[in-house]
């Protein structure tokens, strides 16, 4: 089958230059399996989609989609459809609410969960025009809507390709933002993923696809794709993208001891999506600054423990101020993430929040305004306690400066008006404006600051109501 897999780029949310790993995983086990395969990453392609569609003729247009991002999903789809080809969603929205996908006449078919086995065993299904209802882990249409039983996880994803990056244009991700800020604005830059899955229960994470399990690949298994990564595919920078790389001490250790002894330590790395304060100690981050580490970032949250217990995120605020010295002593930047809004929140909890991230005064501080993303438990207590603003999905971008809910006597107006402070009050610092003056890293991306300012600085609050 020619199958084309494709992300799709927000026409209202700022997306950033990141490698859509999921689809190269895909593609790989697709390549593995006889078929050609096409990835299309919206964000840096310049030949309009429908233009491929007409040249191409695939068989299957495969979309992936979270939240914020399912109504170019669903156009995707639909371009797809006008010209024949079957059409099927993934990603962790599809897997939540698939009705709401198959309800529309342009998606037949959405894969739930991971996909690497169920999307070679629907190709092969569709190839050979056989029943759908054996492809574990698929809703798809018949005479009503059939969700078939869910796929058991992969428990070993040794077993799993590398990611086939030779199908992305790598040459256009320079600028590579992983959801931090790339160390070196130009970097061939590629993002890992060493485990998958969290166990831990916060209510604002939606665990779709891997639910409440923690798997890992070896430290072996890691390392060989990191050797390919730099020295066959040249990458000058790496992005970790686990949601919990460090849960296991032991194994993130071996992972450092490893790169130290192959040499791999001055590819500069960083961790993506943070790690928790709760699973490092002195010794681990000591040897990841050996290994190459340069930026770590801390899911901190809050500075009110009180709120920290509210959203089950089973940390201390002195485990924060603990990870954070231990990382300044081995010379780690660090960058903290930081939510506002949470339910139960008051003026008094989110001021204790913007005081915690002068204290811990970061390289880098991300603050967010809680977003209640479908099938977290936080969206089910917004639902049933409190004022969600719109049901429009556009409109749960988590960097988008805007309140989504109220609930209580927290207003979206007093959530708005601590997010603006909190970055003008972190970046505006006499002291920091000093410091960052005179690096070269902040002259060399001056036009990224510029932006910033006009976003955090001079953004308008949202009316009361």
Known sequence: ??????????????????????????????????????????????????????????????VTAVTPLIYEAWEVATQAKERGTVTVLGGPHPTLLPDESLERPEVDIVVRGEGEETIVELAQALEEGSDLEGVLGISFKKETIVHNPSRPLSEDLDSLSFPAHHLLKIERYTNLQPLTDGL????????????????????????????????????????????????????????????????????????????IQEGLNHTPWITVHGIRVNNVDEELLHLMKEAGCKRVGFGVESGSQRVLNYMKKGQTIEEVRRAFRWSKKVGLETMGFFIFGMPTETEETMEATIRLALELDPDLANFMIAAPYPGTELYEIIL????????????????????????????????????????????????????????????????????????FFLGKLRPAG
């Open 184 to 259: 070196d604005p130009n970097a061939r830059a590629y993002t890992v993923v060493t485990s998958r899955g969290c166990p831990y229960g916060c209510i604002f994470c939606s665990k779709a696809i891997t639910g409440r399990t923690w798997r890992p690949r070896s430290p072996e298994n890691v390392v060989a794709e990191w050797r390919w990564l730099v020295k066959d595919l040249g990458a000058t920078e790496i992005g970790i993208t686990d949601d919990v790389m460090t849960l296991d001490a032991r194994r993130a250790k071996r992972i450092c001891r490893l790169l």
């Open 1 to 62: 089958m020619r199958i084309l897999l494709v992300s799709p780029k927000s026409t209202v949310w700022s997306s950033r230059k990141h490698i859509p790993l999921g689809l190269g995983y895909l593609a790989a086990v697709l390549e593995g399996a006889g078929h050609e395969v096409e990835i299309y990453d919206a964000v840096v392609e310049t030949e309009p989609l429908g233009r491929l569609l007409d040249r191409g003729k695939f068989d299957l247009v495969g």
């Open 384 to 455: 049933h306690e409190g004022k969600l603003f719109s049901r429009d999905w556009r409109d749960f971008a988590i960097h988008d400066e805007k309140a989504r809910f109220a609930i209580g006597e927290m207003t979206a107006e007093l959530v708005e008006r601590k997010w603006h402070q909190a970055y003008r009050r972190f970046y505006l610092r006499p002291g920091r404006i000093l410091k960052r003056f005179f690096s070269l890293d902040t002259w060399r991306r001056l036009p990224l600051h510029f932006a910033n300012a006009r976003r």
